[in-house]
């Protein structure tokens, strides 16, 4: 089928640089490279505006002319079964994120799971949320799993740890909710850890509802001269944090009815040559290539982190090698020749 004209609806117009909204933004900048007709319908608002934004965008979508609609994520595609059934021959594809196939009401369940299997092509940004979408009705043949990319070039940054050798710098970065496991290793982990590398310090950056707790805990075990928090940090701060460091840790625990569809700090920690250390769960699976950028533990066992983290700091890592290692399998471009070629072809 020759695309002539592609229909684009998103939520990931509202600013910021996570995982949805760079994803977005990439497969919008790369469809207008390469001339490709495009009509972007987006959405900036907040939930009580959502709503307003379906309809209207549903009620667009039926009077459009060109070949072919792209669902940003799975929320928009709920409106999939009464476009296919008022206009059989568009196209529609769509991009799930792990989250958006996840919302608990039974009603949104039962209707995601009317609306994915008419979907033509799906891209899943991992094997896990592929994994959802699959339960959720999603065509085996027309599901591809395309990992995030980025552009390393637009950071203008190397890897310079400014820190003495004594020093061993660990950095948790991202939003803090539970399943980002913070407060886990806080507990459970970094007491452990202290006995076998007293010289650590940690800093954990990212604004979320955990950040109270984390105070607290941190306060109630007297590390404050172990354990620094920032809290929000603009986007030069964070890729000063990346460069800084001595090793990444991405510390995620299983959370019912949520998950990590995709690690993207992970990938940017690479690009910067930061070696990583993550739990073997989700998405996260996708983002770290094991022993090239970084190092995975068990999830949810302390011991197994201890050994790893140590493991770790034994390696002798090459940033330029960490580097050339993200560029290969997370870079822009590729990603978006895979979206493409998957969606358009």
Not at 36 to 49: D, E, H, M, S
Not at 67 to 83: E, N
Not at 182 to 193: G, I, Q, R
Request: include cysteine.
């Amino acid at each position: 089928m020759s695309i002539k004209h592609i229909l684009l609806l998103t939520r990931s117009l509202q600013g910021g640089e996570g995982g949805m909204q760079l994803y977005t933004r990439i497969v919008i900048d790369g469809l207008r490279k390469r001339h490709i007709p495009l009509t972007v319908i987006g959405y900036q608002g907040g939930r009580f505006g959502l709503p307003f934004f379906l309809v209207s965008a549903w009620i667009r979508t039926l009077f459009f002319q060109g070949t072919q609609v792209h669902f940003g994520d799975g929320v928009l595609v709920l409106s999939a079964p009464i476009l296919r059934f008022f206009r059989p021959r568009l196209r529609l594809s769509a991009t799930v994120f792990g989250l958006d196939l996840l919302y608990p009401s039974a009603f949104y369940q039962y209707v995601l799971r009317r609306a994915l299997p008419v979907i033509d092509r799906v891209v899943a940004i991992s094997a896990a949320t592929a994994d959802a979408a699959r339960a959720r009705g999603a065509r085996t043949e027309g599901l591809a799993v395309i990992p995030c990319g980025i552009d390393r070039e637009d950071r203008g940054m190397e890897r310079v740890p400014i820190r003495g050798e004594k020093r061993v710098d660990l950095l948790l970065f991202g939003r803090q909710i539970k399943r980002k496991g913070t407060a886990w290793f806080l507990e459970y982990v970094l007491s452990l850890l202290l006995q076998s590398v007293p010289v650590l310090h940690v800093t954990i950056a990212g604004d979320g509802p955990e950040l109270p707790r984390l105070r607290e805990l941190v306060s109630r075990r007297g590390w404050e001269h172990v354990v620094e928090i920032l809290g929000v940090v603009k986007e030069e701060k964070k890729w000063t944090l990346f460069s800084e460091a001595t090793l990444f840790l991405m510390p995620n625990i299983p959370v019912a009815g949520d998950m990590e569809g995709f690690g993207l700090t992970c990938i940017e920690a690479a690009s910067m040559g930061l070696p990583v250390v993550a739990a073997r769960l989700e998405g996260i699976q996708d983002a770290v290539i094991d022993r090239e950028t970084g190092l995975f533990f068990t999830p949810l066992d302390a011991t197994d982190c201890v050994r790893v983290l140590k493991e770790a700091l034994a390696k002798k890592w090459y940033p330029q090698a960490i580097r050339e290692a993200q560029q290969h399998n997370y870079h822009s471009d590729l990603m978006l020749h895979r979206t493409l070629e998957h969606v358009c072809s």
